[in-house]
């Protein structure tokens, strides 16, 4: 996984609430077993008609948006448990998820692949709403070792918790395996000191 620290990058408002693993990756894009590609179709039946054309009234087709941290309303990844909407979400191109509460499978999966889940008070996400719509060129920065997000020329800030393991797994760039591995000389000399 990449190393993440520190990310300033402006933001996408996906102002709804409850977008389960479905919408975010429809079932039938499941095909795949490699993470590549899965971005091409994310919230793939809202950004696109039946026919195939884009849905110009779809947020991530509103050229006034972009940047790397997409802003989503409350219970964001209910449903379903499944992986690729983490995949799809980070294919696509996303390093951070900020919603007012996350469905616990969709946040371990978004941890265990390098995405980033920022809960927020609600108070917190409405007033980033109402700053992303007013100006779409804003910009946020989310510091992960000092658990904060703030939104750059404003006293727009607050704090956000993230399990200690799943933080320094991300700060490093570690998955599980690599966390194993980066302490093999501590698990070898526990190992030695057991007596069997």
């Given at each position: 996984?990449?190393?993440?620290t520190t990310?300033?990058s ?6 709804i609430e409850n ?6 990756i429809?079932a039938r ?7 590549k ?11 696109y008609?039946k026919?195939?054309?884009a ?9 006034k ?8 309303g ?7 448990s ?13 390093k951070?998820?900020v919603?007012?509460?996350f469905?616990?499978?969709?946040k ?9 889940p920022v809960?927020v008070s609600?108070?917190?996400?409405s007033?980033l709403?109402?700053q ?23 006293d727009l800030?607050e704090?956000f918790e993230?399990d ?5 797994c ?15 000389e501590?698990i ?8 069997y």
């Amino acid at each position: 996984m990449e190393k993440f620290t520190t990310l300033q990058s402006r933001a996408i408002p996906l102002h709804i609430e409850n977008v389960d693993t479905d919408q975010i990756i429809p079932a039938r894009f499941l095909k795949a077993t490699d993470r590549k590609g899965f971005g091409d179709n994310v919230f793939r039946d809202w950004r696109y008609h039946k026919d195939g054309t884009a849905n110009s009234d779809f947020v991530l087709n509103n050229s006034k948006y972009s940047g790397s941290i997409l802003v989503a309303g409350d219970n964001f990844g209910c449903g379903s448990s499944r992986e690729h909407a983490a995949w799809a979400i980070t294919d696509y191109g996303f390093k951070v998820v900020v919603s007012s509460f996350f469905a616990d499978i969709f946040k371990g999966n978004a941890l265990n692949n390098g995405l980033l889940p920022v809960q927020v008070s609600k108070q917190f996400l409405s007033d980033l709403f109402q700053q992303l719509e007013s100006n779409p060129y804003t910009e946020l920065e989310v510091n992960l070792e000092n658990q904060t997000i703030s939104v750059e020329n404003s006293d727009l800030s607050e704090d956000f918790e993230i399990d200690a393991y799943k933080k320094t797994c991300m700060i490093n760039g570690y998955d599980d395996i690599d966390y194993l591995v980066n302490n093999k000389e501590q698990i070898e000399a526990f190992e030695a000191q057991k007596i069997y």
